[in-house]
């Protein structure tokens, strides 16, 4: 059973501690020569957007009560539903994969089928500015590979990912992912993180 622990950030597969994704493809991005104050800045107003995003989708969000900045980020996650068709099934989910031994959560399961581009069941990760990351294709191939692998044959399985930002104009960026890469980076990473687990090098 997956458990996860909201203040310390950690998951736990029958009460034994798993790597986060996150965690493990940490090496792949470098934020050291970002000042302390604007990371925590955009670590929140991510996180923001994330919840107005999952209460928006779940019929539970207080639009009246919105702050001025997310307004038009709603509006722009509006624009993407119409434009694409968009519809979720799946919101805020945590995954676990487990014959590789990690956890995470993903944004966003659901079908574009106003999209043709993007046929059948996808994941789509909200950024608040690096959409378009590469390592975003590495960490969304995680989320894939676990949800294929948890769901088996029982639901349509992932095939496409993307990137998604809502801008402060009303309008939203959207960056798929198609690198056949991007799995087996995650695994570099992944046989990387276990070599520093095994050796104390965390």
């Not at 736990?12 to 000042?35: C, E, M, N, R």
């Not at 929140?44 to 038009?72: K, S, Y």
């Not at 574009?112 to 996808?122: D, M």
Request: charged share 25%; hydrophobic share 35%.
């Amino acid at each position: 059973m997956l458990t996860f622990n909201e203040d310390r950030h950690e998951y736990f597969w029958d009460g034994k501690i798993v790597p986060s994704v996150t965690k493990i493809i940490a090496p792949l991005s470098d934020y050291s020569h970002i000042q302390s104050g604007v990371m925590e800045k955009a670590r929140a107003e991510g996180n923001a957007i994330h919840h107005m995003v999952e209460w928006f989708e779940d019929g539970v969000l207080d639009e009246a009560n919105l702050p001025a900045w997310m307004r038009p980020r709603l509006a722009a996650w509006k624009k993407f539903k119409a434009e694409s068709g968009w519809e979720t099934d799946a919101c805020e989910k945590r995954l676990y994969h487990k014959q590789f031994g990690y956890a995470g959560t993903c944004d966003l399961c659901g079908t574009a089928p106003k999209f043709p581009k993007l046929k059948g069941r996808g994941i789509v990760d909200l950024k608040r500015s690096l959409y378009d990351d590469p390592a975003t294709g590495v960490q969304t191939a995680a989320y894939a590979e676990a949800e294929n692998h948890m769901q088996g044959r029982h639901v349509m399985l992932i095939n496409w990912r993307a990137g998604l930002k809502l801008n402060d104009d009303g309008r939203y960026r959207l960056h798929q992912f198609k690198s056949k890469a991007d799995w087996p980076t995650f695994l570099a990473c992944l046989t990387v993180h276990r070599f520093k687990e095994q050796h104390g090098r965390l």
